[in-house]
């Protein structure tokens, strides 16, 4: 009897997964995952079998290493990869010192003349792009707003807007200083880098580590946005504690690069900010010549249309942490150095609930900005390209219109912040706010406080109830035109 064949039908992937090109706003493929380890080869059998730096390697690439944390860091923290180029990145012709940004800021120490302190809300106007007769590139429009600490104590923040109109060259820029998340408000960004290529849309974020050289066209013409930049930390997603294994933004819907290597010899210049200073690089080949690369310190963006939000569906208010996309630790244990928080449409359906940010006064800085829509209830200039700032403990909320609607609608189930998104920087530290984000920008504008003046002390039209309920729970009277009678938790007078 012959023996009969296995025939059971089924499929067989013939890679990993990557996504697919999305058209024309989007020509790129990407992996996917975050913290893991990827791989990646625009020449199959580039990368070295069971090594990381053999003797030699094919075609003759060079072998370059990065490392995005110290070699003995915990493996959970432990960043680096392996390149396999063209060129080292060690074949340069030296470094110049390029003159001084006077937008540009990087301590941001109080001893610094060239910050503030604000103790108030402060609020921009949407920041103006260069004028058709200049030309400035994304390096060049780099402006900054407000920041804490210093890249040389590894520890702080600044936020910075680039106002751009030009594509980027043969120039490349590499960030010694500090992590940058990127967001683009007006127009994407073709961002090449080491590792591959990036197309970075308004509400898509971009993360291009410290060390890492990429450049930046504008296919859509003048550009706008903002940058979070973070010095000594790396962005991490939070932890997500009673909320299970998955939800706020999913690890699979972060996208990295996939190799890719331009054949350029020709002359290049490479901008490093170090410690602040820009300097300037020159060599006689691409810096993105990379054939083959593999590591987990990889560059990467994320469709904020993806979060996943949570919320009370009962009564009152979540934290805000519940809109935490990325999160960066300090030096404190438990306390965050910066969080990465998005705020867009989404359902509410608090019952009983005063529905609006309620009034409050956090320990935290709040920077926030808009990437598109309307997100009432601020000052009149909160606008997609403006920004507004909150220093820890200072009192804010809603207007007196805005409170008043809240309180008195009727409460159905409803979507807030439809077509909207708005995002916010916060932070545990204190911050300080550039000369140019105070005198030179022409685009600040304080919250005018006025628009709480009708927040009355309402109390007072109750006090004959007031003096009602007192009565009936045995307490003593209110003492009105004089001094008054404080009352103790156990009921009587203090004093008696």
Known sequence: MSKAKDTVPGATAASSFNTTVRGQTDPYQYQVGFGNRFASEAIPGVLPNGQNMPQKNKYDLYTEGMTGASFVAPRADNLNAWLYRIRPSVAHQGFTKLPDNPDMESNFLPLNPKVHVSPTQLAWHPFDLPSDDQVVDFVDGLKTLAGNGDPTLHEGIAVHMYLANASMGRKAFCNADGDMLILPERGRLDIQTEFGKLMVRPGELC????????????????????????????????????????????ARDFEHPLASFDLDQNHWEIIYKVCGEMHSCSQEHTPFDVVAWHGNYVPYKYDMTKFVFVGSISKDHIDPSIFCILTAKSKANGVPLADFLIFSGRWDVGDGTFRPPYYHRNSSTEFMGMIYGEYGGRSDGFKPGGASFETGFCPHGVSYEEFQKATEAELKPMRVHENTMVFMFESSMMWTITDWAMNKSGKLHKHEPKMWDNLKGQFMNHLDQVEEDLKKAGLPGLVRGGEQAPVNGSGQTNGH
């Open 207 to 250: 993360v291009i580590q410290r060390g890492i050289k990429f450049k930046v066209k504008l296919p859509d013409g003048p550009s706008r946005g903002y940058i979070q930049e973070i010095f000594g930390s790396h962005y991490t997603l939070p932890e997500l504690g009673p909320l299970g294994g998955h939800g706020l933004a999913n």
